[in-house]
């Protein structure tokens, strides 16, 4: 059975850092693209980062470009989102993601919370 969980959410003032961590296990971590998506209060869930399975190479979406920074841990099965910088507008529960060619997984989701 896959699980992932996040952790690490937590209430912020804005201009403040968080990590979020994502544990794998089930898997073969290592051979899946991991990525960070959010979901803001009474809103679509949507895509923040990607980090690939092979490369490890890097994406971010335009709204957390330059202020968040995500990374992987693939012989302890952890995924990692460092968020610096933090806005109102990144209040949202967070989740973690694997994906490759046949399957996608979800974890169950991390709140963040910042404040002015």
């Known amino acids: 059975q896959v699980t992932l969980v996040e952790s690490g959410g937590a209430p912020e003032q804005s201009g403040g850092s968080l990590r979020l961590s994502c544990a794998g296990s089930?898997?073969?971590?290592?051979?899946?693209?991991m990525s960070w998506f959010r979901q803001p209060p009474k809103q679509a869930r949507e895509w923040v980062a990607t980090?690939?399975?092979?490369?490890?190479?890097?994406n971010y979406s335009e709204s957390v470009k330059g202020r968040f920074a995500v990374s992987r841990d693939n012989d302890n099965q952890l995924l990692y989102l460092q968020m610096t910088n933090l806005k109102p507008e990144d209040t949202a529960v967070y989740y973690c993601?694997?994906?490759?060619?046949?399957?996608?997984?979800w974890g169950q989701g991390t709140q963040v919370t910042v404040s002015l």
């Open positions: 993601n694997a994906q490759n060619l046949w399957e996608s997984y």
């Open positions: 980090i690939t399975a092979a490369a490890g190479r890097t």
């Open positions: 089930g898997l073969v971590f290592s051979r899946y693209d």
